[in-house]
């Protein structure tokens, strides 16, 4: 009676560990493809266009929060934005991009390459180049004028 109660007892741990492997194990080959689906992504080629369209709609994306915050009335001063109308330059070897839009003068620092991921800068300042400061930088004055920010925020 013992040998039969030692033998049903081992077959019965026997057979609970077999349905707890398969829990366990899932269903073979996820991790396979999961790991295929991962290499693809990771060297995915990114074309020209992609960046330049992801570039452009990031900036254009700043120039818009940067004025929602300025300006109740925002949607006035952003109807004529778009990708012809802001002229910008990047700081060589830097993800920050300095970008003129009207009499406005924007500087952004962003956190990742802007051309490959869609984000908001983590850092802007923002001036207004007024009248005064137009005529005065359009004289032939001999000593340089700095200009004065009507507006700036970190």
Known sequence: MKRI?????????????GV???RIMGTPGVISEFTQVEELVKNKKITKEYRKKTLEQNL??????????????YQEKVKELNPESISFEQQKGTY??????KDYFLYYNFALDPEIYVQLP???????????????GDSSSS????????????
């Open 60 to 73: 254009l994306n700043a120039v818009k929060f940067t004025f929602l915050k300025k300006y109740p009335d």
């Open 143 to 154: 000593a340089p004028s700095s200009p004065k920010p009507e507006a700036e925020n970190k």
């Open 122 to 136: 983590v850092d802007e300042k923002f001036y207004i180049k007024n009248q005064e400061l137009a005529s005065a």
């Open 5 to 17: 109660s030692s033998l049903a007892l081992v077959l019965g741990i026997i057979s609970l560990q």
């Open 96 to 101: 920050n991009y300095y970008l003129k839009f």
């Open 20 to 22: 707890s492997a398969e």
